[in-house]
């Protein structure tokens, strides 16, 4: 508690890193707002950004023949950057917003007390104006989008509102993170394509099946907690049985992803990829350890590589068919 007290008066949340950009470059007075939309924690918007760049990826190197020319066979640089631009600001604004709802229930959460909002750091019209803000710069990146992405862009919403409060009337509230934190994965195809087809359903499925698993590790830092306010999770349901879930979600997300790639007919280093990322899931079951918060985390972030693994195996699959007529 002292810990916690003392870096709360340094504008610090407990569970925020040290020495991070943020603290460098930014005011004091800003820091709390950096910490509402988790600039200070990159893997937020990263796992958020993987089925935007995957989709993107894989619509590029759908359907190609060898002899297709390299520009085409990758994804569009500008849809790259948006969906990036796009990611960094609509995790900060989901954030936020979950931060506003759940103000009252991390007040009695040792490892989120310390966060802007219970802390008194930032009120809550601060907040709704930050909010405001960064939802903002969310629909200028999408607005460069066609219709079709724009439409689609949109639905996401209701799922992103309904999220903060599904911890407290079911036990899956990580499926509906999976919902939200998966809509790219239908986005990249959308600005592609203005459709979706089969590929683009499949890797969304896919990247649910994911999410589940990835967060179920990241909400075991918080079960004893959430016990104690009454916070639900797929922590707390699978329990013990965590390892087996996860074998089954991680299969799952990887039998989708090859199916996805599969329907696309995308070239073998796509599924090579898959293989390679197999590799750090397999690591998280195997090693996991259930009432180890410190580790939990370190394994949850460990999915940025799974991220990094799958979408250089798409790109290679570009290079590999455009350079196949020479070899």
Not at 189 to 214: C, H, M, N, R, T
């Amino acid at each position: 508690m002292e810990q916690i007290q003392s870096k709360t008066a340094q504008g610090r949340v407990a569970d925020a890193p040290s020495g991070h950009w943020v603290y460098r470059a930014l005011p004091r007075p800003l820091w709390p707002f950096a910490q509402l939309a988790r600039w200070d924690r990159p893997i937020g918007w990263w796992l958020l950004l993987w089925p935007c760049w995957w989709s993107a990826a894989l619509a590029a190197v759908a359907y190609a023949r060898p002899g297709d020319p390299l520009a085409t066979l990758l994804p569009d640089p500008w849809h790259l950057a948006l969906f990036f631009v796009g990611a960094v600001a609509m995790r900060g604004a989901g954030c936020t917003y979950n931060d506003i709802v759940d103000a009252g229930i991390d007040a009695r959460v040792e490892r989120t007390r310390s966060r802007p909002l219970p802390s008194g750091q930032i009120g809550r019209k601060g907040a709704w104006a930050f909010l405001l803000a960064q939802a903002l710069v969310g629909l200028a990146v999408l607005l460069q989008f066609d219709g079709f992405a724009v439409l689609l862009g949109f639905c996401s919403l209701a799922v992103v509102a309904i999220y903060p409060f599904m911890k407290r009337i079911t036990n899956w509230p990580q499926l509906v993170l999976g919902l939200a934190f998966s809509w790219g994965a239908l986005m990249g195809w959308a600005a592609a394509f203005a459709d979706l087809d089969a590929p683009a359903l499949l890797l969304y499925a896919g990247s649910v099946f994911w999410v589940i698993g990835y967060d179920t590790i990241y909400a075991h830092q918080d079960k004893e907690d959430d016990a104690l306010v009454g916070v639900r999770s797929t922590a707390r349901l699978f329990g013990d049985s965590t390892k087996s879930w996860l074998i089954g979600l991680y299969a799952g997300a990887l039998i989708l992803f090859a199916a996805a790639f599969s329907a696309a007919e995308a070239p073998m280093p796509a599924l090579a990829g898959l293989l390679a990322a197999g590799v750090p899931m397999a690591r998280q079951i195997a090693t996991l350890d259930i009432d180890d918060p410190d580790q939990c985390l370190r394994l949850f972030k460990s999915n940025g590589m799974v991220g990094w693994m799958i979408f250089v195996g798409l790109l290679a699959s570009g290079f590999w068919v455009a350079l196949k007529p020479l070899v």
